[in-house]
C-alpha cells in the first residue's frame, strides 16, 4: 500500500509538488533559523572567554573583587602546581593562565628618546609552549597583518589601530613602563613581532598580547599569574557543567579565611554574562516558537485545503465502495509521505545553509562602527543535534494535522447526497 500510495504522489505532481516546495521551504527556514541563533549564542560566549572570562576563571577572592583595577599584587602564586593538580582533576577542560596589566608603552627614536608613547593594556597567555593551544584560540596566524607571530619570549603583537596610531613597524623596539606585582616601579623593552587585526569591536586601540614568559620577565611575577582561564576541549560552554564544576572546586580548594586561596567563577558569574546567557537563550527559544507556531499554522492550512480540494475525488472513491475510514488513511498516509519527504530534503538544504554560515560567516563589521563592545564582527551558525530532526516537527506533524482536519469531512458525507452531486456533475 506504501509503494501505491508513493507512487500516487510521484505521478500526480500536480497534487504534491506545491505541497512539497512549501513544506520544504518552511522546515529549510527552521533549521537555518535555529542553527543561526545559536551560533550566534555560541559565538559570542566564545568571544568573551576567550578574551575575558573563560567558560571558568580561577583567581584569588582578593584579586577577583578589585579585577577592573588589575591587581597583579593580589595574583595567583605557585600556579605550575595549581595547574598540575587541576589537569588530573578535570580532564575534560584545558588551562591556560594569563596576566593582564597596564601602564604606558613608549617608543623610542634613532637616539633612544621617546618618540611616541600611550596608554596600553596588555594581556600575556602562553604563545611558546609546544602544547599550548592559545596561537590556536585566538586564531591568531590569519590576523597578523604585518609582521610575524612571536617568536621569543620578549615579543609581543600589538593591534593594528595601535599601531598604526603609534607610527611603529615591526622589529622596532616598544618600551613598558609601569610597575611590578610588588609595587616597584619597571621598565622592560619588548620587540615588536608584528600586527595583529583580531576582528573584535571594541579592542585594539591600546593592546598588546605578549608571551606570558616575557610579561613575567617585566612584571616579576614568575611563577604567578593574574587568572588561570579555563576552556572544555570542544570549546562549547555548558553552562550547567560550569557550574557544578566551580561549585566543587570553591568546595575543595577556596578557604573563607585566605584572601589568596584558589577561588573559581563560571563565565555566568562575571561581568554579568549571567543575565546575557539566560536572556540570550529565552529570546532565541521564544523567536524560534514564534516562528514555528507561524510555520505550523501556514503547514496546517496547506494540509486543510489540500483535502478540501480533493472532497471531488473522496466523493467518487466512496461512491466505488471504498470506506470512509480507508479513504481517510490513505489521505493521513499521503501527508505523512509528502511531509517527510520534504522535510527530508529541506533539512538537509537547512543544514549545507548553516554549514556555509557556521564556516565562511556573515561580516557585519561596518554596523559596529562607533560601537566600543568586545564582540565580534563575522557572524557565524552553528549545527547543533537538534537541527537534525527540528524541521520534521512543522514538516510531518503541522501538515499531517491539517490533513486529519480535513479529512473530517469524509465521514460527514451521506452517500444519498454524494449520488445526487455526481448525478449534477456528470
Known amino acids: 500500500m506504501v509503494r501505491f500510495l508513493i507512487k500516487g504522489v510521484l505521478r500526480d505532481r500536480s497534487r504534491s509538488r506545491l505541497c512539497f516546495i512549501i ?28 578574551l575575558l572570562t573563560g567558560h571558568v576563571k580561577v583567581t584569588t577572592p582578593a584579586y577577583a573583587e578589585e579585577a577592573d583595577l588589575l591587581p597583579n599584587d593580589l595574583a595567583i602564586l605557585e600556579v605550575d602546581s595549581l595547574l598540575a593538580a587541576m589537569s588530573a582533576n578535570y580532564p575534560d577542560l584545558f588551562w591556560s593562565p594569563r596576566i593582564t596589566f597596564a601602564g604606558l608603552l613608549d617608543i623610542p627614536d634613532e637616539s633612544g628618546e621617546t618618540r611616541t608613547q600611550s596608554p596600553m593594556m596588555g594581556i600575556a597567555v602562553d604563545l611558546l609552549s609546544e602544547d599550548t593551544r592559545q596561537p590556536e ?112 572546586f570553591n568546595n575543595i580548594h577556596n578557604r573563607a579565611d585566605d584572601a589568596y586561596s584558589p577561588f573559581m567563577q563560571a563565565l555566568r558569574d562575571q561581568n554579568q554574562m549571567g543575565q546575557v546567557v539566560d536572556y540570550a537563550k529565552i529570546e532565541m527559544w521564544v523567536i524560534i516558537l514564534i516562528f514555528m507556531t507561524v510555520v505550523t499554522i ?20 466512496l461512491a466505488m465502495g471504498e470506506t470512509k475510514g480507508h479513504v481517510f488513511g490513505t489521505t493521513v498516509a499521503e501527508s505523512v509521505i509528502i511531509g517527510l519527504g520534504a522535510s527530508v530534503i529541506g533539512t538537509a538544504v537547512g543544514l549545507l545553509l ?73
Open 23 to 50: 513544506i520544504g521551504g518552511c522546515v529549510t527556514l527552521t533549521v537555518f533559523l535555529r542553527g543561526f541563533f545559536v551560533g550566534f549564542l555560541d559565538d559570542m560566549l566564545r568571544q568573551s572567554a576567550i
Open 137 to 248: 584560540l585566538w586564531d591568531l596566524a590569519p590576523k597578523i597583518t604585518r609582521g610575524r607571530l612571536p617568536q621569543e619570549p620578549d615579543e609581543v603583537l600589538l593591534g593594528e589601530e595601535f599601531a598604526s596610531r603609534l607610527e611603529v613597524e615591526p622589529g622596532e623596539t616598544a618600551t613598558f613602563i609601569g610597575s611590578t606585582m610588588h609595587g616597584g616601579f619597571t621598565t622592560y623593552n619588548f620587540r615588536v613581532a608584528g600586527m595583529v587585526s583580531l576582528g573584535v569591536s571594541g579592542i585594539g586601540d591600546y593592546f598588546i598580547l605578549a608571551d606570558l614568559g616575557g610579561a613575567r620577565q617585566a612584571l616579576d611575577m614568575q611563577g604567578a599569574a593574574s587568572e588561570i582561564f579555563g576552556f572544555y576541549n570542544d570549546m562549547y560552554y555548558d553552562d550547567p557543567a560550569a557550574i557544578a564544576l566551580t561549585a566543587g
Open 298 to 317: 501556514v503547514l496546517w492550512n496547506l494540509g486543510l485545503m489540500s483535502g478540501l480540494r480533493r472532497y471531488g475525488e473522496f466523493g467518487m472513491r
Open 354 to 426: 548553516t554549514y556555509l554560515v557556521q564556516e565562511v560567516g556573515i561580516d557585519y563589521s561596518s554596523m559596529m562602527e562607533g560601537y566600543d563592545f568586545p564582540m565580534t564582527l563575522v557572524m557565524r551558525a552553528k549545527i547543533t543535534p537538534d537541527c537534525w530532526f527540528i524541521g520534521f516537527i512543522p514538516g510531518v506533524f503541522a501538515t499531517m494535522l491539517g490533513t486529519m482536519l480535513a479529512g473530517r469531512g469524509i465521514f460527514k458525507r451521506q452517500l444519498s447526497q454524494l449520488f445526487k452531486e455526481l448525478e449534477l456533475e456528470a
